[in-house]
């Protein structure tokens, strides 16, 4: 972790922890990449991974946050969900989407189900089937490991309250929510 900083001028300026933030960036998208290119898929996910970066409303030119933009089948293949399997308490297993139905979802909009509660609410088609899908921990490992990295280049610029913050709300970078948990 950084030291404390001494004084203030020590602090970077704006240009520099852009620079370093896009850097971090370029580091976690290249261990992501590796970790795509391990696999026999068709590389789309890969190549339309990109960094967004998020500027101060309030004039301010230094980053205020970041994020990852990529295909909505990269969550899926987190997850190791998707094309006719979900993830149920963690296990995945062959099922579907009660909204897929329309007898189903009609019967639970008479009960007075959401919308959203619908296309949210998962049927196990079959409990014993032969799983030939699984995870692949592609974006959040490398998120994690690099971290205390970003901790420490945002604690550069904004000062030490910086690496408490990021520290705290990088769970919002990553695929996985963990909120709540230790």
């Known amino acids: 972790m950084s ?16 620079k370093d933030v896009r850097m971090w960036t370029m580091h976690v998208r290249g261990e992501s990449v590796r970790i795509l290119q391990k696999t026999h898929s068709s590389g789309r996910l890969e190549h339309l991974l990109t960094s967004r970066f998020l500027e101060d409303k309030n004039g301010s ?22 094309r006719g399997y979900i993830v149920k308490d963690g296990v995945i297993m062959k099922g579907h989407s009660e909204w897929r139905d329309k007898e189903t979802r009609l019967k639970r909009k ?49 000062g030490d309250a910086a690496l408490k913050k990021v520290l705290e709300k990088f769970d919002v970078i990553t695929i996985e929510k963990r909120y709540g948990k230790k």
């Open 110 to 158: 008479r009960q007075g189900w959401s919308d959203y509660r619908i296309r949210r609410s998962r049927v196990v088609d079959d409990h014993w089937a032969d799983i030939k899908r699984s995870a692949l921990p592609w974006l959040d490992p490398p998120i994690t490991r690099n971290i205390n990295d970003l901790a420490d280049i945002s604690g550069e610029f904004y």
């Open 3 to 18: 030291e404390i900083l001494a004084d203030e001028k020590q602090l970077k300026d704006y240009q520099s922890f852009n």
């Open 61 to 82: 030119k230094a980053y205020v946050g970041l994020g990852f933009k990529f295909l909505k089948y990269g969550a899926y293949r987190e997850y190791g969900a998707g």
